[in-house]
């Protein structure tokens, strides 16, 4: 996975409560890309960070979800008041500009 | 809409056999197919990548052949081990090189 890591690995929440996901990639790759997966499903392009920029959000649902990549410190991807649908695996994927990302190992979220 | 499908859900294959799993697209705009590979627990891994400016590319025991006019390409894996086994996923991207449109993914088995 090239260094790139997300934590937490597991992350359970109550309806209604905020889950925060976080994506540290190597140092030096400032492309950060957020999938998520539903169960038995194929990854879902979410949004494309710069360095404080949010390039493409096009894959972002609109209410309740949010994502940073701030100038220091890990990307982070926020949900809001989350409920049952927004278990999934959340991946993300870091790199440099027009190189393959690497993709880490995932945080598996369940919504209880 | 599904951009990219893929097919089929699930492959058994013996040991030493060829495992071939196929995806179709509609947007001719896309210029990067590659697919990943992913383990249990694991995020996805590049596994190999094709342009369509060629019909196929082989790295090892793993060939992509693809077939613009069709809009199809597919993953053939040659001599396929135990160690094989996991999901695999087509993608597609349009310039930029890490926004993807994933397949649905097949689980291939492959039996000693």
């Known amino acids: 996975n090239a260094g790139v890591m997300q934590n937490p690995r597991h992350l359970v929440r109550r309806r209604g409560q905020e889950a925060r996901l976080r994506c540290s990639p190597m140092?030096?790759?400032?492309?950060v890309y957020w999938y998520r997966q539903l169960p038995e499903e194929g990854l879902k392009f979410m949004v494309y960070l710069q360095k404080e920029n949010i390039i493409d959000e096009s894959g972002m649902p609109k209410e309740r979800f949010s994502a940073e990549f701030p100038k220091e410190g890990p990307s982070i991807l926020r949900i809001q008041q989350v409920v049952r649908g927004d278990s999934a695996a959340y991946f993300c994927?870091?790199?440099?500009?027009?190189?393959?990302?690497?993709f880490g190992q995932g945080t598996r979220l369940t919504v209880v | 809409q599904q951009q990219v499908k893929q097919s089929p859900q699930s492959l058994i294959v013996q040991k030493g056999g060829i495992s071939i799993i196929n995806c179709a697209y509609e947007n001719t705009a896309f210029d990067y197919f590659p697919w990943y590979q992913q383990f249990p627990g694991k995020g996805p891994a590049l596994l190999i990548a094709?342009?369509?400016?060629?019909s196929e590319k082989k790295e090892g025991r793993f060939t992509i052949s693809f077939n613009k006019s069709a809009k199809q390409f597919s993953l053939h894996i040659m001599d396929s081990q135990p160690g094989d086994s996991a999901t695999y996923f087509c993608?597609?991207?349009?310039?930029?090189?890490?926004?993807?449109?994933f397949g649905s993914g097949t689980k291939l088995n492959v039996k000693p």
């Open positions: 993608a597609a991207s349009i310039g930029n090189f890490n926004k993807f449109y």
């Open positions: 140092k030096g790759h400032s492309h």
């Open positions: 094709i342009r369509p400016d060629v």
């Open positions: 994927a870091a790199g440099l500009m027009n190189t393959e990302a690497f």
